[in-house]
C-alpha cells in the first residue's frame, strides 16, 4: 500500500470485486501507483446456475450505483437483479415473467444502467430494443427500437448513449444521432471519440490482436476515469488491462495467464464496473467438474468500430 500517494483505501464478480489498496480522490481519478487486491470476494452469485434471487444464469452486464447498489443483467434469466452492499440475496427490479416482448418481460438482458431517480435503462437484446424503467414500476416503456443494443452510458446531463452491435455504431438519445462509428468495422482497439468529431483516436490496443502489452484481443468492456485512464476487460485475453493517456503499452490488473478456479484468474469476464471508492467489479463464469456458477466478484483497489459490446461513463 501507498498511503502517501492515494489516500483513500477501498476493494471481484461470480459477480466479482477487487479492491483498490490505494484510490485517489474522485476529482483526481485513480492515482497512477494505484494497485488492486488481486484475490477477491464473491459479491453476488456463485450458488450455482439458477433462478433464485441469490443466484445468477449467464449475467451480461453490471452497474454499480453512487450508494454502491449492483445491478445485474441476468441474461438466461431475462431479468435485473439489484444487490445492496452486503446482501446475500438479490431484488427483483425488472422483468422475471420469463422471456417476451410484453411490456413486463425481457429477452437475454445484456446491459443495464441506472439514472437519476433510480431510473433503468436496460439493453433487451432479442427483442431489438432499449426498456426505460422507472424506479418501483412493474413494466418498462421502450425508447428504441429495431436495434441490436449490446452496450449502454449515460453522461452528466441524462444523454443516453447505445452500442449498436450490428450497426458497428454507437447512437446517442434522445437525439437519436450517431456519435460514433457507422462507417463499417474496425478491429480489437479502443476508439476515443471527442463531441461532434466525425471519427476518433486510438487509445488502447495498438497493434493488431494478441497478448502483447500493446495489444488487445476481443475487449468487451471499457471504464475510463477522470485522468483519462482506461481500463479494458479482454474476453479471450481473460484479463484487465490499464492504459495511461498518451501511452503506447498497458499492465495487467488481474488474469491474463490463463483460466483457472482461482480467486485471481478470469474465466470468460463479460463486464466491468467502478465503484466511487475505486472497487472495480467485474463479471465471470465459473466452471467446475460439477457446476456451473455465475459470479460477480470484487476486487478491492483501487472512425470504426467493431462489436462495441459495452460503453461506461464514470461520473464525477
Excluded at 298 to 303: F, G, L, R, V
Aim: with cysteine.
Amino acid at each position: 500500500m501507498r498511503e502517501q500517494e492515494c489516500p483513500y483505501n477501498s476493494g471481484y464478480f461470480k459477480i466479482f470485486s477487487i479492491s483498490s489498496s490505494t484510490f485517489a480522490a474522485s476529482t483526481d481519478g485513480i492515482c497512477r501507483s494505484a494497485t488492486w487486491n488481486r484475490n477477491g470476494i464473491t459479491v453476488a452469485g456463485g450458488k450455482g446456475q439458477g433462478s433464485s434471487l441469490n443466484q445468477l444464469a449467464y449475467p451480461e452486464g453490471v452497474f454499480v450505483d453512487d450508494d454502491g447498489a449492483i445491478f445485474i443483467a441476468d441474461r438466461d434469466n431475462h431479468r435485473v437483479i439489484k444487490y445492496m452492499p452486503g446482501a446475500s440475496n438479490g431484488e427483483l427490479v425488472a422483468g422475471g415473467n420469463k422471456p417476451g416482448n410484453n411490456s413486463n418481460q425481457l429477452y437475454t438482458p445484456s446491459k443495464v444502467v441506472v439514472g437519476k431517480h433510480g431510473t433503468m435503462f436496460i439493453c433487451d437484446r432479442i427483442n431489438n430494443r432499449v426498456q426505460r424503467w422507472s424506479k418501483n414500476a412493474n413494466q418498462g416503456e421502450t425508447i428504441m427500437k429495431n436495434i441490436t443494443c449490446w452496450g449502454l452510458a449515460l453522461d452528466m446531463e441524462g444523454s443516453l448513449y447505445v452500442s449498436d452491435m450490428e450497426g458497428h455504431q454507437v447512437i446517442q438519445w434522445p437525439q437519436n444521432r450517431i456519435v460514433a462509428g457507422g462507417n463499417g468495422k474496425g478491429n480489437n482497439r479502443i476508439v476515443k471519440w471527442a463531441v461532434g468529431a466525425n471519427q476518433g483516436t486510438v487509445i488502447a490496443g495498438f497493434n493488431g490482436y494478441g497478448n502483447g502489452v500493446d495489444q488487445l484481443y476481443r475487449p468487451y468492456a471499457v471504464v475510463v476515469d477522470q485522468m483519462n485512464t482506461a481500463y479494458v476487460l479482454e474476453y479471450i485475453n481473460l484479463r484487465v488491462t490499464r492504459w495511461f493517456e498518451g501511452e503506447k503499452s498497458s499492465s495487467i490488473i488481474i488474469g491474463g495467464d490463463g483460466y483457472g478456479l482461482g480467486a485471481d484468474k478470469l474465466n470468460f469476464p463479460r463486464d466491468i464496473a467502478f465503484d466511487r471508492q475505486g472497487n472495480l467489479y467485474i463479471k465471470v463464469l465459473v466452471i467446475n467438474r460439477s457446476k456451473v456458477m455465475d459470479n460477480c466478484f470484487k476486487m478491492e483497489a483501487n472512425h470504426h468500430l467493431q462489436e462495441p459490446f459495452l460503453l461506461f461513463i464514470l461520473k464525477k
